[in-house]
């Protein structure tokens, strides 16, 4: 079955410093999803991206943050300057369309700040 | 404003136990659609099932079924016969037509053998 892949799995990183972490969602789907979940908190939206834009973002999303489809699989969310606060597991998703459709997680990204 | 309350922060249940883990909703929403997903202690996040606003019917799949009651803005999941596997914090979730997916805060399930 087809699965969001997530790299790396694991990121230590000063703070202060840039970090870019990265997915390949399924290859049909055409909606793509960063989420983020603090440890042992809940799961909070931070963006959605479609047709090479952003279509949604959350209020924890500022200027700090971007994303990016370089090329036709990966899609990418970055952070500028590491805050001690980023220390998080970062999902992404995808899914085929923005409504019904359930969307498929990737196995997270544990982001560490030091 | 979306918004979904899981009540249960944490339940433990003895191995081959019948366990309920509710999910209450807010919406303003017509059409929306609901999802229950798991994450095990790996950490990674599993879909279980999702159920739009005009679908009521119940549904069961293996040792896992859903009571979708608009009535009382529910969204009730139970497994029966509990099984050690099942261990983890299960969420669930609301998206309306245009809105992003909003999480509850999960419930950890302990199935103690």
């Known amino acids: 079955e087809p699965e969001v892949t997530q790299t790396p799995s694991h990121q230590v990183t000063q703070m202060g410093q840039e970090v870019i972490l990265r997915c390949v969602p399924i290859?049909?789907?055409?909606?793509f999803y960063w989420y983020r979940q603090i440890l042992g908190q809940k799961v909070e939206f931070l963006v959605s991206?479609?047709?090479?834009?952003?279509?949604?973002k959350s209020e924890i999303f500022d200027d700090q943050f971007s994303v990016e489809r370089p090329d036709g699989s990966n899609f990418t969310l970055k952070i500028r300057s590491t805050k001690l606060e980023d220390s998080a597991m970062y999902f992404c998703?995808?899914?085929?369309?923005?409504?019904?459709?359930?969307?498929?997680f990737g196995d997270g990204t544990r982001l560490s700040i030091l | 404003a979306q918004k979904v309350t899981q009540a249960q922060t944490e339940i433990s249940v003895v191995e081959k136990e019948d366990v309920t883990l509710d999910c209450v909703y807010e919406?303003?929403?017509?059409?929306?659609?609901l999802f229950w997903y798991k994450q095990p202690p790996s950490g990674e996040l599993v879909f279980l099932i999702r159920?739009?606003?005009?679908?009521?019917q119940n549904e069961i799949s293996g040792r896992y079924s859903w009571n979708f009651q608009k009535s009382t803005s529910s969204f009730n999941f139970t497994i029966t016969a509990s099984q050690v596997v099942d261990s983890a914090v299960y969420f669930c979730?609301?998206?309306?037509?245009?809105?992003?997916?909003?999480f509850g805060k999960g419930t950890r399930l302990s199935v103690i053998a």
């Open positions: 998703a995808s899914s085929e369309s923005a409504g019904h459709q359930p969307q498929h």
């Open positions: 290859s049909n789907h055409l909606y």
């Open positions: 991206f479609y047709n090479n834009e952003i279509s949604e």
């Open positions: 919406t303003r929403d017509t059409t929306y659609y």
């Open positions: 159920r739009n606003s005009f679908d009521e």
């Open positions: 979730a609301l998206k309306g037509g245009n809105t992003p997916l909003v």
